[in-house]
């Protein structure tokens, strides 16, 4: 404060003085000028020390608050180290999340969107008429999901997801899942996302792409994951690295299965999962799954089939349908510490074979090709496989690349085969992201897709998305 | 006939293994140190982290829920430090014993009074710790606080091995003690001196050493700085100046040199833990070495 007025007072005198220096030659004028200075300057200085005392004073008082008001924020801390004994009721409430997500959106207009040579999956009434925000053009809000979690008493907890679309809300999971059954066992009861694959069991909004690999839609529909109501029983061997068995039994109501309204068991699954770290940078899992499951009356819909003669024909299967997953991840960080600068491969291929009865109609449900109703023998075998890769090269950046590609396989219509077309087909699809994340809590990624998936069209796609979580977010899988 | 058997049953007893070691899970590297130090050779000690990796952020690791698997006793500080992955490694684990609630499980920030415990949980101020500031260990008077709480639970899992908990927990305060005197009086000029810290990671050891935080390089915990903000930083600096920039050794180095070259003080990286420098290979040297490069940082002009 002294220090800059002082010196702008000695910087204004020699400016003053300047032209009066030119005009006033006579001595006598020179001294009083002089002596009026003086007086100026005797006069700011006082000024200024009287400022000072003040400032000094105001000082000191400012700083015995702040010193009490520091005192007085350590006692609340000290007090605050334990809970009050009687904590309110609330303070048992589960932690709640909700993951806010929306997209913009361009694509072409397809109006049978579905993988070509795959069935597709859709075992949702409301398709045809409605379209999520995944597969909707331009701006949208996808799901917005709400996630309830907690310890329910000490041997079990809950966890429910639900995921919010406009006029509907959807359990996508529900389950409780033991924590006192010891030795390695794990019980899961409810509606589960099934551990098979490597991606099956996460949510939406923890994927490093906007949209799921193609093989997942070929796998399980539209939502791109396999769910249940069922059990899951899962037990980790005692080995120096991860070995983990795994089963679940299930309703089986969604595809490849469908809803059999039966009293019996309509799912079954089996997967083991290794894994390990080399060094400390380097971890990695790997997993082999099989699922099992039957269908009845799954209806092909419309676009799928086509008749011998152009129209469209729908196909109603009958039978059981068995996948093969096997997935791997590998992840590096330097020295293990993947804050600033980490990189993640991953990849899965999954093979399928249905074996049953294929119904072939065509639009009123009428036979096929006009004859009497046409039932055949229907076996197929197909596959499919992505792998994918995501750097962070920041704290806040990241870049992934994926590749996905699948085969429409031996597929083999017997008696049908003179009804219906089936042309082999190879779908493939790369697709480019770039991300950004503010926090652990908040992202926006940039995605392109050239998307090969149905037959004749090349679909160049691009995504705006983002994800926030509100409130308790949990820890995530590997 | 029935001799022979008794025999065979003796012999079978001795057969056996002396009284297996209890496993300890340790979620960092000291309180495996720590444990150590407790059990010897009764605890086989296995730390889920290195002092390179920052203990917010790591992945629920397949190896880790393979050695949680088989623990009897997590190590953990608790105070939502460990929040990113450990309730999972513990639930995938279906290991009973060691679930929050048990003996198994415990809690280091449980047992030391808690500095910066916020007053209010926004996530508009960052990556807050609702239970306080978890790192806990920069204090050595926490360590021994711990290092009580901790043999009385090791007591309970194993009680056979009581006495050797006991012991080694009185040898190691006994050494512990005269160290903080020692690191007391060698850290004398310290008292006073003005800090900045790029992560809010050493509230308890400028509490303990009397050191001042001028300020912290994240514009909110876990955020990390722009440029701007550094800026801000810097002139407040040149206002009022801090004598050095700390950095624990697991977090990137550019904002503290950043610092540090432009206000003309030096940039001291603090081993935060053991192995967080090659010198800091336990839990003395830990202290050391601290106190070696914060004395070091000092000198420097």
Redesign the interface.
Known sequence: MNTPSLAALACALPICLSPLAGHAANDADLAEIRKQLQQIKDAYEQRIATLESKLAKAEGTATTVATTAREAETL???A??RPPATAPASGFNPEVSLILQGQYRKMKDVEHRQISGFWPGTTHDHDDDHNHGASQRGLSIDHTELVFEANID?YW?GKAVFAMADGEVETEEAYF?S????????LKGGRIRSGIGYLNEQHAHAWDFSDAPLMYSAMFGEHANYTADGAQL???????????FGTEIGRGAKFPGTDRNGNGIGDGTLFV?????IG?SN???AGLSYLQTKAKGRSSGDGFFTAADGSDAVGIFDGKSKTMIADFVW?WSP??????RNFKLQGEYFQRQEKGSLDCQDDDENPCNGGAGVLSDYKTRQSGWYLQGVYQFT??WRVGLRYDRLDSGSRKFYENTANIEADNYRPKRVTLMADYS????SRMRLQFAQDKSMQGVTDNQVWLQYIMS?GAH????? | MKKLLFLGFISAILALPAHAALKIFATVPEWGALAQEIGGSRVSVYTATTGLQDPHRVDAKPSLIARARSAQLVVATGAELEIGWLPVVLRESGNREIQPGRPGYFEAAGVVAMRDVPQVLDRAHGDVHAGGNPHIQMDPRNILKVAESLTARMVELDPVEAMAYRSGLQEFSVKWQAAIQRWQKEAASLKGIPVLVQHDAFSYLNAWLGMKQAGVLEPKPGVEPSGAFLADMLARQQAQPARMVLRPAYQYDTPARWMAERAKIPAVTLPFTVGGTPEASDLFSLFDDTIRRLLAGLQQK
């Open positions: 609340a801390r000290q605050s180290l000490p907890r899942q924590l006192a059954l010891g030795h390695g066992f794990g899962k037990w980790v061997a005692p080995t120096p690295f991860f070995l983990e999962h290794v894994g390990d770290d400390a971890s990695w899992r992840k020295n293990g510490n993947p804050k600033y704290s806040n503010w926090s652990e809590f509100l949990g820890a995530h899988k590997f």
